[in-house]
């Protein structure tokens, strides 16, 4: 069983930056591919951004593209999402996820379905 722990949200203005924190326990973190994803009132979830097992692929959503940045440290079973000039549209509540599957097609790794383990979510509130 994994557990995924989401910290580091809040309230910011416009322009603004986060950084959130995913922690993993439960099982060997560094095999997996993990993934961030957003969901606004009324909103489905939607994919964000994930990162390969090793970190040495990472992937995007064109929405979030040169403002979001996606990382991991292994050594502390911890992804981050580093959140930059935020707008008042990327208020969400932000969830991390794991994958226990694998593929060489990077795109996938942006299905929602694609992933086992859910974290219980941060939230993100920009003001205008």
């Known amino acids: 069983q994994v557990q995924l722990v989401e910290s580091g949200g809040g309230l910011v203005q416009a322009g603004g930056s986060l950084r959130l924190s995913c922690a993993a326990s439960?099982?060997?973190?560094?095999?997996?591919?993990m993934g961030w994803f957003r969901q606004a009132p009324g909103k489905e979830r939607e994919f964000v951004a994930a990162?390969?097992?090793?970190?040495?692929?990472?992937y995007y959503a064109d929405s979030v593209k040169g403002r979001f940045t996606i990382s991991r440290d292994n050594a502390k079973n911890t992804v981050y999402l580093q959140v930059n000039s935020l707008k008042p549209e990327d208020t969400a509540v932000y969830y991390c996820?794991?994958?226990?599957?694998?593929?060489?097609?990077?795109?996938?790794?942006?299905?929602?379905?694609?992933?086992?383990?859910w974290g219980q979510g941060t939230q993100v509130t920009v003001s205008s």
């Open positions: 439960g099982r060997t973190f560094t095999s997996y591919a």
């Open positions: 996820a794991l994958t226990t599957r694998r593929t060489t097609i990077v795109q996938v790794m942006g299905v929602l379905g694609w992933y086992d383990y």
């Open positions: 990162i390969t097992w090793s970190g040495s692929s990472t």
